[in-house]
Nanobody, 115 residues
Framework: VQFAESGGGLVEPGGSLKLSCEAS????????VSWYRQGPGKEREQVAE????????KYSDSVKGRFTITRDNDFNTAYLRMNSLKPEDTAVYFC?????????WGSGTQVTVSS
């Protein structure tokens, strides 16, 4: 299983970014996937998850109404659209899937929100 995350960067407060996570090595369209993040000095936390068919989505309270998770099963890719970014959103963002009783993580993409 491999994930290739991209789209991170430096953005000012109130700005937007869209993260991408291209997956390989497992039947992507059969599995729900999640985005997690880990900020400096903080524990890793789940921010959003999406079901295999994209119908079910769940968000943490800290990002609800600002972030949107989507997926395109034709391209084995999940996305995280982040609007109204805040300095506390600064973190490394990771893709995650539980596949064949194992946890699989991407290497992450850095998001920094600062003026």
């Amino acid at each position: 299983v491999q994930f290739a995350e991209s789209g991170g960067g430096l953005v000012e407060p109130g700005g937007s970014l869209k993260l991408s996570c291209e997956a390989s090595g497992f039947p992507f369209s059969d599995y729900g996937v999640s985005w997690y993040r880990q900020g400096p000095g903080k524990e890793r936390e789940q921010v959003a998850e999406i079901s295999s068919d994209g119908r079910y989505r769940k968000y943490s309270d800290s990002v609800k109404g600002r972030f949107t998770i989507t997926r395109d099963n034709d391209f084995n890719t999940a996305y995280l659209r982040m609007n109204s970014l805040k300095p506390e959103d600064t973190a490394v963002y990771f893709c995650y899937v539980r596949y064949q009783v194992s946890d699989w993580w991407g290497s992450g993409t850095q998001v920094t929100v600062s003026s």
